[in-house]
């Protein structure tokens, strides 16, 4: 499994892939403010001390590409999304879309939300013909204050209609040098029909697979996959659209995050 640093950007992404379907990329990675950024979110503000972490994310999965992972530093009473009840409109636009930018504006709007880091590309298994250009896991430099204490994970499942993997409010590292590990699920967030049809998945989806069918795909939610649901464990690939289970499917956990304090 290969890593990477922060060393791509999205303009380097978007020439690896030229103007074709992964071109669609741009449009499913949601507000330009956010990606391969630490973004406290008034860190100090409450004269509280800096604090710097390392978070990698790795996909654990052999078919199920990642947009890049999107981590939240922030307080107890944050909770990004939860089994039983309905998805925000974060998760939903991150889940079904792969946007990023309600979650932006939620990171701009709550004091209690203290710093963002966001990758900068689909991280890509390496049984999967995209991971030439693509890594299988990022490692990205999360800055907060010792009141954003918890940290949340969440990257949209590509080749879903809303299937996201997420971790929810664990807790960051106390100490220098010190590290956690967390594995993550995977999630359905409720809020569309499982289709499993590429129509219905976002552009990418089909070009990070090596896969051409001739049909574009969206990366725009459909009323008329409207789901009136609330967040479950997802099911994963249960064959009854474009995608083999055996080669796209997956088990739970579908990634690892590592956390490490750095000061």
């Keep these: 499994m290969r890593d990477t640093t922060k060393t791509t950007t999205r303009r380097t992404v978007l020439g690896l892939t030229g103007a074709g379907a992964l071109a669609a ?4 990675l949601g507000s330009a403010s956010l990606p391969g950024q630490s ?5 100090n503000g409450n004269g509280q001390s800096a604090r ?10 052999t078919g199920q590409p990642f ?13 990004l999304f939860a089994v039983g009840d309905p998805a925000s409109d974060a998760i939903r636009e991150v889940a079904e879309n792969g946007n990023l930018g309600p979650l932006g504006e939620l990171a701009e709007e709550t004091d209690d939300v203290r710093g963002v880091a966001v ?7 390496d049984e999967l013909p995209a991971s030439e250009m693509f890594p299988a896991a990022a490692t990205l430099e999360l800055e907060t204050d010792a009141s954003g204490a918890y940290l949340s994970f969440v990257s949209m499942l590509i080749g879903t209609n809303d299937g996201f993997a997420g971790l929810d409010t664990v807790p960051l590292p106390e100490r220098v040098n010190e590290s956690r590990s ?15 049809a590429y129509g219905d998945m976002v552009p990418p989806a089909q ?8 049909i ?48």
Excluded: K, M
Aim: charged share 20%; aromatic share 6%.
């Design 52 to 61: 710097t972490y390392r978070v990698t994310v790795a996909n654990l999965t």
């Design 182 to 196: 967390y594995f993550a699920a995977s999630y359905d967030a409720g809020t569309e029909v499982n289709t499993e």
């Design 67 to 79: 947009t890049p992972p999107a981590v939240v530093a922030h307080r107890a009473s944050v909770e």
């Design 119 to 125: 990758g900068d590309t689909p991280l890509v298994p």
């Design 39 to 43: 973004a406290g979110n008034g860190t």
């Design 216 to 263: 574009e795909g969206t990366g725009a939610s459909d009323p008329d996959l409207a789901e009136d649901g609330v967040v479950t464990p997802h099911a994963g690939i249960v064959g009854d659209g474009d995608l083999d289970p055996a080669v796209y499917g997956w088990d739970d956990p579908v990634a690892l995050v590592q956390v490490e304090r750095l000061d």
């Design 25 to 28: 990329l741009a449009g499913c």
């Design 207 to 214: 070009a990070l697979y090596g896969i051409d069918s001739g």
